[in-house]
């Protein structure tokens, strides 16, 4: 099993539809990420959590809410998805601060 | 904000040659990263280089913080290294990476 789990893999919804993209880690490690990726903009930071209790808004977090369910689970939610959000979503675990990294194999979003 | 920029944005190479990646970053940065994205989407781990030279097999990196820019060496590319390379660096204790826009490398036999 991967390390960093992400469900699903490929989805497409409505605008105005309410999605929920989960993470799944096996790391054991306490913080989590989700970033969003566009072409030719990078990945771009839209929440992090470094512990269960600890919930923190990156560069983009407009649109998203997310849910650090226990240590190794971390939901992102768009509560009325937008065409715009139409993107390629990754969840990333660390152990220690900005080090060792581990993505999941991301979730293709499309909006339409 | 911090801003971390690649170049070349887009690189074609015949399987064999050696390239040069570029990463540049406008104020201090910790834990310097590259990463590898390949064709499928799947991000991998290349190097955690906040400073000084590390080498892997035919790839090798080197960062000079001093100087705010970091260097990723492709050596005898292969059709396997295509891809997007990113670099990442970590605002000074805000334990947020930041990537960089990419550069696009594709190899051909």
């Not at chain 2, 891809?83 to 930041?98: M, P, Q, S």
Request: aromatic share 12%.
């Amino acid at each position: 099993d991967a390390d960093v789990t992400q469900t699903p893999r490929n989805r497409i919804t409505k605008t105005g539809k309410r999605i929920m993209l989960e993470c799944s880690q096996t790391k054991g490690h306490d913080r989590m990420y989700w970033y969003r990726q566009d072409p030719g903009l990078g990945l771009r930071l839209i929440y992090y959590s470094f512990d269960v209790k600890d919930i923190n808004k990156g560069e983009i977090s407009d649109g998203y809410s997310v849910s650090r369910q226990a240590q190794a689970k971390f939901s992102l939610s768009l509560e009325s998805a937008i065409p715009n959000q139409t993107a390629l979503y990754f969840c990333a675990t660390s152990d220690l601060p900005g080090y060792g990294y581990t993505f999941g194999s991301g979730t293709r979003l499309t909006v339409v | 904000g911090i801003q971390v920029e690649q170049s070349p944005p887009d690189l074609i190479l015949q399987e064999g040659a050696n390239s040069t990646l570029r990463c540049n970053f406008s104020d201090s940065v910790n834990n310097l990263q590259w990463f590898h994205q390949n064709p499928w989407g799947q991000l991998i781990n290349l190097f955690y280089i906040p400073s000084g030279t590390k080498q892997n097999g035919r790839l090798s990196a080197t960062t000079v913080a001093t100087e705010r820019y970091s260097l990723l060496y492709i050596s005898s590319s292969q059709t396997t290294d295509s891809g997007v390379y990113f670099c990442a660096g970590e605002y000074y204790n805000t334990d947020k990476l930041i990537f960089g826009t990419g550069t696009r490398l594709q190899v051909f036999p």
